[in-house]
């Protein structure tokens, strides 16, 4: 069982993406903005993050970027999971240091083999 920081300033798709990530069998913890998202992976250390990128203060190609070159968390697996479907959006986020990327909306099977595929990798 993985510990899996969620970070989305949307209430409906934290809940969603939630509840996918616990009938997966993993631990959900939660974060509303790029910034807390950076907070929470300090503080707790998860196994993986999944990253809205459309958010206030710092968004997530932002919070990616400052998580994957800390030093503290550079080890954690960042998902991008958004909006933005645009192959320039895609490589601009493998750029900060995502080592994946969904969009939305996406299938829990979709969010699932993501999970799985980062997990082994």
């Known amino acids: 069982m993985a510990r899996i920081l969620i970070v989305d300033d949307s209430p409906s798709q934290l809940m969603g993406i939630r509840r996918i990530v616990e009938k997966l069998g993993h631990?959900?913890?939660?974060?509303?903005?790029?910034?807390?998202?950076?907070?929470a992976a300090k503080r707790e250390?998860?196994?993986?993050?999944?990253?809205?990128?459309?958010?206030?203060?710092?968004?997530?190609?932002?919070?990616?970027?400052?998580?994957?070159?800390d030093p503290t968390t550079s080890h954690i697996p960042?998902?991008?999971?958004?909006?933005?479907?645009?192959?320039?959006?895609?490589?601009?986020?493998m750029r900060q240091g995502a080592k994946a990327y969904i969009t939305k909306p996406f299938s829990e099977g979709d969010l699932s083999d993501v999970i799985s595929q980062v997990m082994k990798a």
């Open 27 to 39: 631990e959900a913890l939660t974060a509303e903005d790029g910034a807390a998202g950076v907070e």
């Open 45 to 69: 250390l998860p196994d993986m993050i999944l990253m809205d990128v459309v958010m206030p203060n710092l968004n997530g190609f932002q919070a990616t970027r400052s998580i994957t070159r």
């Open 78 to 93: 960042v998902v991008l999971v958004t909006t933005k479907d645009q192959d320039t959006d895609r490589v601009w986020g």
